[in-house]
Protein backbone atom coordinates (compact mmCIF):
# COMPACT_ATOMS: atom_id res chain seq x y z
CA UNK A 1 0.00 0.00 0.00
CA UNK A 2 3.07 2.53 0.88
CA UNK A 3 4.50 1.89 -2.61
CA UNK A 4 1.00 2.23 -4.19
CA UNK A 5 0.86 5.61 -2.37
CA UNK A 6 4.75 6.88 -3.28
CA UNK A 7 3.68 5.90 -6.98
CA UNK A 8 0.74 7.92 -7.22
CA UNK A 9 2.57 11.29 -5.19
CA UNK A 10 5.22 10.32 -7.71
CA UNK A 11 2.50 10.20 -10.83
CA UNK A 12 0.64 13.41 -9.61
CA UNK A 13 3.99 15.40 -9.58
CA UNK A 14 4.66 14.48 -13.15
CA UNK A 15 1.52 15.42 -14.52
CA UNK A 16 1.76 19.12 -12.73
CA UNK A 17 4.97 19.41 -14.74
CA UNK A 18 3.54 18.15 -17.63
CA UNK A 19 0.88 20.43 -17.00
CA UNK A 20 3.08 23.48 -16.17
CA UNK A 21 5.17 23.27 -19.33
CA UNK A 22 2.32 23.08 -21.44
CA UNK A 23 1.60 26.42 -20.13
CA UNK A 24 4.76 27.38 -20.05
CA UNK A 25 4.78 26.48 -23.34
CA UNK A 26 1.67 28.42 -25.09
CA UNK A 27 2.70 31.37 -23.14
CA UNK A 28 6.29 31.24 -24.72
CA UNK A 29 4.49 30.84 -28.08
CA UNK A 30 2.12 33.56 -27.64
CA UNK A 31 4.93 36.11 -26.79
CA UNK A 32 6.91 34.92 -30.01
CA UNK A 33 4.14 35.72 -32.42
CA UNK A 34 4.78 36.73 -35.22
CA UNK A 35 8.03 34.90 -35.54
CA UNK A 36 8.73 35.63 -39.09
CA UNK A 37 6.65 37.69 -41.90
CA UNK A 38 2.96 37.74 -42.38
CA UNK A 39 1.53 37.98 -45.65
CA UNK A 40 -2.17 39.76 -46.53
CA UNK A 41 -3.88 38.56 -49.61
CA UNK A 42 -5.65 41.28 -51.75
CA UNK A 43 -8.48 39.68 -54.09
CA UNK A 44 -8.41 42.62 -56.25
CA UNK A 45 -5.87 43.92 -58.66
CA UNK A 46 -3.57 47.28 -57.40
CA UNK A 47 -4.89 50.24 -56.98
CA UNK A 48 -8.49 49.85 -55.99
CA UNK A 49 -9.70 50.58 -52.58
CA UNK A 50 -9.04 46.87 -51.01
CA UNK A 51 -5.42 46.50 -52.12
CA UNK A 52 -4.59 50.35 -51.24
CA UNK A 53 -6.15 49.99 -47.26
CA UNK A 54 -4.47 46.54 -46.98
CA UNK A 55 -1.04 48.51 -48.19
CA UNK A 56 -1.69 51.48 -46.35
CA UNK A 57 -2.11 49.59 -43.02
CA UNK A 58 0.61 46.65 -43.61
CA UNK A 59 3.64 49.15 -43.27
CA UNK A 60 2.66 50.34 -39.85
CA UNK A 61 1.45 46.98 -38.51
CA UNK A 62 5.09 46.20 -39.58
CA UNK A 63 6.41 48.74 -37.65
CA UNK A 64 4.05 47.74 -34.61
CA UNK A 65 4.73 43.97 -34.35
CA UNK A 66 8.36 44.10 -35.71
CA UNK A 67 8.35 41.70 -38.80
CA UNK A 68 7.41 42.50 -42.42
CA UNK A 69 4.09 42.69 -43.67
CA UNK A 70 3.90 42.04 -47.05
CA UNK A 71 0.66 42.22 -49.39
CA UNK A 72 0.03 40.03 -52.30
CA UNK A 73 -2.63 40.26 -54.56
CA UNK A 74 -5.18 37.50 -55.70
CA UNK A 75 -7.41 38.52 -58.26
CA UNK A 76 -10.57 36.57 -59.76
CA UNK A 77 -14.40 35.86 -59.19
CA UNK A 78 -15.32 38.85 -57.14
CA UNK A 79 -12.65 38.12 -54.73
CA UNK A 80 -13.54 34.61 -53.86
CA UNK A 81 -10.00 33.29 -55.29
CA UNK A 82 -8.39 34.74 -52.31
CA UNK A 83 -10.72 34.19 -49.50
CA UNK A 84 -10.34 30.61 -50.82
CA UNK A 85 -5.87 30.88 -50.78
CA UNK A 86 -6.54 32.12 -46.92
CA UNK A 87 -9.31 29.44 -45.99
CA UNK A 88 -6.98 26.68 -46.70
CA UNK A 89 -4.25 28.16 -45.39
CA UNK A 90 -2.20 27.05 -41.91
CA UNK A 91 -4.22 28.67 -38.98
CA UNK A 92 -1.25 30.47 -37.57
CA UNK A 93 -1.84 34.00 -38.28
CA UNK A 94 0.50 34.21 -40.86
CA UNK A 95 -2.26 34.27 -43.67
CA UNK A 96 -4.41 37.03 -43.26
CA UNK A 97 -7.04 38.27 -45.88
CA UNK A 98 -8.08 42.23 -46.23
CA UNK A 99 -11.76 41.27 -47.39
CA UNK A 100 -14.08 43.67 -49.42
CA UNK A 101 -17.83 43.30 -48.44
CA UNK A 102 -18.70 42.08 -51.83
CA UNK A 103 -16.55 38.90 -50.84
CA UNK A 104 -19.21 38.27 -47.89
CA UNK A 105 -22.32 39.01 -50.82
CA UNK A 106 -21.20 35.59 -52.88
CA UNK A 107 -22.77 33.65 -49.85
CA UNK A 108 -25.80 35.54 -50.70
CA UNK A 109 -25.92 35.53 -54.49
CA UNK A 110 -24.82 31.71 -54.63
CA UNK A 111 -26.82 28.81 -54.33
CA UNK A 112 -23.68 26.98 -53.20
CA UNK A 113 -20.85 28.73 -52.15
CA UNK A 114 -17.52 27.48 -52.09
CA UNK A 115 -17.02 29.00 -48.90
CA UNK A 116 -18.85 29.82 -45.98
CA UNK A 117 -17.19 33.24 -44.09
CA UNK A 118 -18.20 32.05 -40.38
CA UNK A 119 -17.15 28.46 -40.86
CA UNK A 120 -13.78 28.99 -43.10
CA UNK A 121 -12.57 31.90 -41.55
CA UNK A 122 -11.23 33.90 -38.10
CA UNK A 123 -13.01 37.94 -38.12
CA UNK A 124 -9.91 39.82 -36.80
CA UNK A 125 -11.76 43.35 -37.33
CA UNK A 126 -13.58 45.84 -39.51
CA UNK A 127 -11.25 48.35 -41.33
CA UNK A 128 -12.34 51.16 -43.36
CA UNK A 129 -15.86 52.00 -44.53
CA UNK A 130 -16.02 53.89 -47.61
CA UNK A 131 -18.48 55.19 -50.26
CA UNK A 132 -19.13 54.95 -54.03
CA UNK A 133 -19.38 57.54 -56.47
CA UNK A 134 -21.53 57.73 -59.51
CA UNK A 135 -19.39 58.36 -62.65
CA UNK A 136 -20.34 58.50 -65.98
CA UNK A 137 -17.51 58.94 -69.07
CA UNK A 138 -17.64 62.83 -70.32
CA UNK A 139 -19.66 62.07 -73.54
CA UNK A 140 -22.83 61.04 -71.96
CA UNK A 141 -24.30 64.22 -71.94
CA UNK A 142 -25.98 64.89 -68.43
CA UNK A 143 -25.11 67.00 -65.33
CA UNK A 144 -26.59 65.55 -62.38
CA UNK A 145 -28.59 62.48 -61.91
CA UNK A 146 -32.19 63.41 -62.57
CA UNK A 147 -30.62 64.00 -66.07
CA UNK A 148 -29.08 60.74 -65.84
CA UNK A 149 -32.24 59.02 -64.81
CA UNK A 150 -34.30 61.03 -67.91
CA UNK A 151 -31.08 59.24 -70.39
CA UNK A 152 -30.93 56.01 -68.84
CA UNK A 153 -34.73 55.52 -69.16
CA UNK A 154 -35.20 56.71 -72.52
CA UNK A 155 -32.53 53.94 -73.46
CA UNK A 156 -33.34 50.72 -71.57
CA UNK A 157 -31.07 48.20 -71.96
CA UNK A 158 -28.34 50.46 -74.21
CA UNK A 159 -26.21 52.03 -70.93
CA UNK A 160 -23.42 50.00 -69.54
CA UNK A 161 -22.54 49.61 -66.25
CA UNK A 162 -18.55 48.82 -64.89
CA UNK A 163 -18.15 46.94 -61.67
CA UNK A 164 -15.55 44.65 -59.78
CA UNK A 165 -17.55 41.72 -60.37
CA UNK A 166 -20.81 39.65 -60.06
CA UNK A 167 -22.17 40.29 -56.85
CA UNK A 168 -19.67 42.34 -55.50
CA UNK A 169 -20.79 45.80 -53.65
CA UNK A 170 -20.40 48.34 -56.56
CA UNK A 171 -22.01 45.87 -58.55
CA UNK A 172 -25.11 46.06 -56.32
CA UNK A 173 -24.55 49.45 -56.04
CA UNK A 174 -26.12 49.74 -59.45
CA UNK A 175 -28.55 47.18 -59.13
CA UNK A 176 -30.21 49.16 -56.63
CA UNK A 177 -29.92 52.41 -58.48
CA UNK A 178 -31.82 50.48 -61.29
CA UNK A 179 -34.65 49.39 -58.88
CA UNK A 180 -34.92 53.15 -57.35
CA UNK A 181 -34.33 55.28 -60.73
CA UNK A 182 -36.41 52.12 -62.68
CA UNK A 183 -33.68 52.10 -65.23
CA UNK A 184 -31.83 49.05 -66.93
CA UNK A 185 -28.63 49.66 -67.06
CA UNK A 186 -26.51 46.23 -68.41
CA UNK A 187 -23.79 44.61 -65.92
CA UNK A 188 -20.65 44.52 -67.46
CA UNK A 189 -18.10 42.87 -64.46
CA UNK A 190 -14.48 43.24 -64.64
CA UNK A 191 -11.71 42.02 -62.38
CA UNK A 192 -11.72 44.59 -59.93
CA UNK A 193 -12.64 48.01 -59.08
CA UNK A 194 -9.72 49.62 -60.90
CA UNK A 195 -10.48 48.22 -64.10
CA UNK A 196 -14.01 49.22 -64.06
CA UNK A 197 -13.06 53.01 -63.56
CA UNK A 198 -10.55 52.84 -66.35
CA UNK A 199 -12.82 51.33 -68.40
CA UNK A 200 -15.61 53.97 -67.79
CA UNK A 201 -13.00 56.74 -68.56
CA UNK A 202 -12.20 55.25 -71.40
CA UNK A 203 -15.95 55.13 -72.80
CA UNK A 204 -15.88 50.83 -72.70
CA UNK A 205 -18.27 51.60 -70.30
CA UNK A 206 -21.05 54.49 -69.75
CA UNK A 207 -21.28 54.22 -66.21
CA UNK A 208 -19.13 53.16 -63.15
CA UNK A 209 -20.00 53.13 -58.91
CA UNK A 210 -16.63 53.74 -58.53
CA UNK A 211 -14.57 53.70 -55.21
CA UNK A 212 -13.29 57.51 -54.80
CA UNK A 213 -9.77 55.45 -54.21
CA UNK A 214 -10.33 54.54 -58.14
CA UNK A 215 -11.76 57.43 -59.58
CA UNK A 216 -10.27 60.52 -57.73
CA UNK A 217 -7.05 61.05 -60.42
CA UNK A 218 -9.37 60.81 -63.05
CA UNK A 219 -11.81 63.31 -61.71
CA UNK A 220 -8.92 65.59 -61.26
CA UNK A 221 -7.66 64.75 -65.51
CA UNK A 222 -11.37 65.58 -66.41
CA UNK A 223 -11.42 61.88 -67.63
CA UNK A 224 -14.69 61.26 -65.99
CA UNK A 225 -17.94 63.09 -64.53
CA UNK A 226 -18.88 62.52 -60.70
CA UNK A 227 -22.12 63.13 -60.15
CA UNK A 228 -23.29 62.03 -56.99
CA UNK A 229 -21.81 59.76 -54.20
CA UNK A 230 -23.71 56.93 -52.74
CA UNK A 231 -23.68 57.18 -48.88
CA UNK A 232 -26.24 59.53 -47.07
CA UNK A 233 -23.90 61.89 -46.20
CA UNK A 234 -21.50 63.71 -48.25
CA UNK A 235 -17.60 63.25 -48.95
CA UNK A 236 -14.75 65.32 -47.47
CA UNK A 237 -12.93 64.86 -50.86
CA UNK A 238 -15.92 65.83 -52.86
CA UNK A 239 -17.32 68.30 -51.27
CA UNK A 240 -19.15 69.50 -54.03
CA UNK A 241 -20.64 65.97 -55.32
CA UNK A 242 -24.22 65.28 -53.69
CA UNK A 243 -25.64 62.53 -52.57
CA UNK A 244 -27.64 60.23 -54.45
CA UNK A 245 -30.37 60.73 -51.78
CA UNK A 246 -30.13 64.44 -52.13
CA UNK A 247 -30.59 63.66 -56.40
CA UNK A 248 -33.83 62.58 -56.28
CA UNK A 249 -33.28 59.24 -54.94
CA UNK A 250 -34.41 59.47 -51.49
CA UNK A 251 -32.95 56.91 -49.16
CA UNK A 252 -30.06 55.87 -51.56
CA UNK A 253 -27.75 54.20 -49.52
CA UNK A 254 -25.11 51.57 -50.28
CA UNK A 255 -21.22 51.53 -49.24
CA UNK A 256 -18.30 49.11 -48.49
CA UNK A 257 -16.56 48.09 -45.99
CA UNK A 258 -12.61 46.88 -45.99
CA UNK A 259 -11.88 44.21 -42.96
CA UNK A 260 -9.08 41.94 -42.09
CA UNK A 261 -9.41 38.17 -41.10
CA UNK A 262 -7.77 34.50 -40.48
CA UNK A 263 -7.78 31.37 -41.00
CA UNK A 264 -10.34 29.59 -38.74
CA UNK A 265 -9.07 27.58 -35.85
CA UNK A 266 -6.25 30.19 -35.74
CA UNK A 267 -5.60 30.45 -32.21
CA UNK A 268 -7.18 33.26 -30.07
CA UNK A 269 -4.42 35.24 -28.56
CA UNK A 270 -3.09 35.34 -32.24
CA UNK A 271 -6.32 36.86 -33.07
CA UNK A 272 -6.48 38.82 -29.89
CA UNK A 273 -2.98 40.42 -30.73
CA UNK A 274 -3.44 41.61 -34.10
CA UNK A 275 -7.07 43.30 -33.33
CA UNK A 276 -5.17 44.84 -31.04
CA UNK A 277 -2.20 46.03 -33.51
CA UNK A 278 -4.87 46.86 -35.64
CA UNK A 279 -7.08 48.88 -33.82
CA UNK A 280 -4.32 51.27 -32.31
CA UNK A 281 -2.88 51.26 -35.54
CA UNK A 282 -6.18 52.86 -36.53
CA UNK A 283 -6.33 55.38 -34.27
CA UNK A 284 -3.35 57.10 -35.24
CA UNK A 285 -3.61 60.29 -36.30
CA UNK A 286 -1.62 59.44 -39.45
CA UNK A 287 -3.36 56.92 -40.97
CA UNK A 288 -7.03 58.00 -40.49
CA UNK A 289 -5.51 61.21 -42.37
CA UNK A 290 -4.34 58.90 -45.03
CA UNK A 291 -7.36 56.92 -45.10
CA UNK A 292 -9.56 59.94 -45.18
CA UNK A 293 -7.52 61.33 -47.87
CA UNK A 294 -8.65 58.57 -49.88
CA UNK A 295 -12.51 58.73 -49.52
CA UNK A 296 -12.25 55.80 -47.10
CA UNK A 297 -13.11 56.39 -43.17
CA UNK A 298 -11.15 54.47 -40.83
CA UNK A 299 -13.45 52.35 -38.33
CA UNK A 300 -12.57 49.54 -36.64
CA UNK A 301 -14.49 46.98 -34.11
CA UNK A 302 -13.98 43.44 -32.23
CA UNK A 303 -14.34 40.14 -33.98
CA UNK A 304 -17.78 39.81 -32.47
CA UNK A 305 -18.87 42.74 -33.51
CA UNK A 306 -17.75 41.76 -36.38
CA UNK A 307 -19.70 38.57 -37.10
CA UNK A 308 -22.80 40.81 -36.48
CA UNK A 309 -22.24 43.20 -39.22
CA UNK A 310 -21.07 40.30 -41.60
CA UNK A 311 -24.70 38.66 -41.24
CA UNK A 312 -26.68 42.08 -41.42
CA UNK A 313 -24.71 42.38 -44.68
CA UNK A 314 -25.90 38.75 -45.97
CA UNK A 315 -29.38 39.48 -44.66
CA UNK A 316 -29.42 43.03 -46.12
CA UNK A 317 -27.91 42.19 -49.90
CA UNK A 318 -29.91 38.79 -49.88
CA UNK A 319 -32.87 40.46 -50.00
CA UNK A 320 -31.85 43.07 -52.93
CA UNK A 321 -30.30 40.14 -54.79
CA UNK A 322 -33.21 38.39 -54.80
CA UNK A 323 -35.61 41.44 -55.88
CA UNK A 324 -32.63 42.43 -58.53
CA UNK A 325 -33.50 38.76 -59.75
CA UNK A 326 -29.85 38.16 -60.03
CA UNK A 327 -27.95 35.05 -60.50
CA UNK A 328 -24.48 33.97 -60.12
CA UNK A 329 -22.85 34.08 -63.78
Not at 15 to 32: K, N, P, R, Y
Not at 225 to 234: D, E, F, H, I, M
Not at 317 to 325: D, E, S, T, V, Y
Amino acid sequence: MRRWIIAAGGMRRIVLALVQGAILSTSTWAQEYPGKPVRIIVGFPPGGGTDVTARMLAQKMSDRIGQPVLVENRTGAAGAISVQRVATSPPDGYTLLMMSSSSILQAALTARPQFDIERDLAPISVVTIGPFVLVVHPSIPVAGVKELVAFARARPGKLENGSSGVGGTSHLAGELFNLMAKTRLVHVPYKGGAESVVAAASGEVAICFASVTSALPLFRANRLKSLAVTTLVRVSLLPDVPTLDESGLRGYDHSTWFSLLAPAGTPKHVVARLNGELVRALGTSDVQSALRNTGLEPFSTSPAQMVTMIRAEIEKNARLIALAGLKSE
